[in-house]
């Protein structure tokens, strides 16, 4: 028995412009790519951010304790990696 069944690829990249108009932004060059980042932060002293962080953290924000978690071990694996 030949059995036909449909295989549905994912949709190709494109590359949707995200960001708020509102929000301040940095482009910066590294390597062959061009990245732009989007966040109040990018502008502020390195005082502001440290009392936006410290401000965040006790609040319990959820996406930076995630990115603290990621960074965590992007760093644990680089220094044990040989």
């Known amino acids: 028995m030949?059995?036909?069944?449909?295989?549905?690829?994912?949709?190709k990249h494109t590359n949707v412009s995200k960001g708020d108009e509102h929000?301040?932004?940095?482009?910066?060059?590294?390597g062959n790519s061009?990245?732009?980042?989007?966040?109040n932060l990018v502008n502020m002293s390195p005082?502001?951010?440290k009392e936006?962080?410290?401000r965040e953290w006790a609040n319990g924000n959820?996406?930076?304790k995630d990115m603290a978690g990621v960074i965590?071990?992007?760093a644990t694996?680089?220094?044990t990696d040989p």
Not at 3 to 11: E, G, S, W
Not at 34 to 39: A, K, L
């Open 34 to 39: 061009t990245v732009t980042v989007y966040s």
């Open 23 to 30: 929000m301040d932004s940095k482009t910066m060059k590294l």
């Open 52 to 54: 936006w962080f410290d």
């Open 62 to 64: 959820s996406v930076l």
């Open 47 to 49: 005082e502001e951010r």
């Open 77 to 79: 694996t680089t220094e």
């Open 2 to 11: 030949n059995l036909a069944r449909a295989v549905h690829l994912p949709p």
């Open 72 to 74: 965590s071990e992007i």
